[in-house]
């Protein structure tokens, strides 16, 4: 994972392992896990594999969904 840098705004921009397609993540990650990420194409985005977390959420509910984020993202789906 690798948050990429960005000019302003409250959207952290990170680039994560793409073991599936990002809007087919995002997807589960909003109907399993309850966690909203856009996809980076979202945001006109060229590259494959960023998402846009909002850094507007209270600190434990953001580290919550970093870390549902982080553990559905880190490995290939079985």
């Known amino acids: 994972f690798r948050v990429l840098a960005c000019h302003g705004g409250w959207t952290a921009l990170v680039e994560a392992p793409r073991f599936e397609a990002e ?10 896990d309850g966690v909203r ?9 060229e590259r494959e594999g960023v998402y846009a977390l909002s850094l507007i959420l209270e600190g434990g ?18």
Not at 61 to 78: I, W
């Open 37 to 45: 990420v856009h996809p980076g194409h979202f945001f006109d985005l």
């Open 23 to 32: 809007e087919d993540a995002a997807l589960a990650l909003v109907e399993k």
């Open 61 to 78: 509910r953001f580290d919550r969904g970093v870390e549902l984020f982080r553990r559905r993202l880190a490995e290939p789906l079985p």
